[in-house]
Each structure stands twice: as structure tokens, then as C-alpha cells.
């Protein structure tokens, strides 16, 4: 693989998987003394065309994002159709998922990682961007998520 494939080294998120997103916010909010922020559905499945491992799925999550300076904090709390957050949750339990990184050109930086053995575990459009989920695990010991924001 080429040298800094993602054109930047900025970890922009840490993702958390959760049972119960309620209860985990008012955790972390009591913790840092902040408001807790409100809990949102991703898209539906019309507008986030989702795949997961090259097959469409239906899968969503409610999603919390804690700003916390220069790294951003999400919750995740995933239904119950196929998804990498799903099945991380039910092999794993709760807790770590993922590290994000913004990226310009989505599609070529996948297509790098994947030559470089980094398969594409999911993907899917939001309000305002995509994303997808590297199988990075193998080499880096953590699955990244790359954004790409309109």
C-alpha cells in the first residue's frame, strides 16, 4: 500500500457499541458534568443503502455523539438485521467498535485498502455523506471507519 493512504492521520471518532444508548449517554454525560445529547435513528434503508459484506441489509442503529474537542465520541446502539455493529455487539459485547478517519475520495481509498488486504466489512450513505467500514483488524489490531462528508 501507498504511504498514508487515507491523506491525513487525524483519528476523527471513536466508535461505541452499546445495548442501551439511554442509559450509556446519561452515563458519559453525568461523568464529563455535560448535557446529554439526543439519540437519532441513522437513515432508513431506502436512503443509507446499506451493504454489509457485498449484500444489501436493512440494518440501522441509534446513534450519540458526544463532542469532545477534537475527537468526536459516538454511541451506537444497533437493531437487529446484519450489520458490523450488530455482529461485533453479539460476539464482543458491548464496548469498543471502531476509529474513524474523514478521508476525500471514498471509493479509491476503499479500493487501496481492499489491494492492500483491508476488505470492505460495510457501507452506506447519511445525510450529508458515506461511509464504510475497513476490515483493518488483521494488520492495525482495530476496524477503521472512513468518512467521506459532502
Do not use: C
Not at 492495525?140 to 467521506?148: W, Y
Amino acid at each position: 500500500m501507498n504511504n498514508n493512504v487515507l491523506g491525513n492521520h487525524v483519528i476523527t471518532q471513536i466508535g461505541l457499541l452499546v445495548n442501551d444508548i439511554e442509559k450509556t449517554s446519561k452515563a458519559y454525560a453525568d461523568f464529563f458534568g455535560i448535557e446529554k445529547p439526543n439519540w437519532f435513528w441513522t437513515d432508513t434503508a431506502d436512503v443509507a443503502q446499506t451493504e454489509v459484506k457485498g449484500k444489501r441489509s436493512e440494518a440501522r442503529a441509534k446513534l450519540a455523539f458526544f463532542d469532545m474537542g477534537s475527537l468526536q465520541l459516538e454511541l451506537i446502539e444497533p437493531d437487529h438485521n446484519p450489520s458490523t455493529w450488530r455482529e461485533s455487539l453479539d460476539q464482543n459485547g458491548e464496548g469498543f467498535h471502531h476509529i474513524a478517519f474523514v478521508v476525500k475520495g471514498l471509493k479509491e481509498k476503499v479500493s487501496i485498502m481492499e489491494a492492500g488486504g483491508m476488505p470492505l466489512l460495510q457501507k452506506g450513505e447519511y445525510t450529508g455523506g458515506r461511509y464504510a467500514y475497513m476490515d483493518t483488524f488483521r494488520d492495525l489490531k482495530v476496524l477503521v471507519e472512513l468518512l467521506e462528508n459532502d
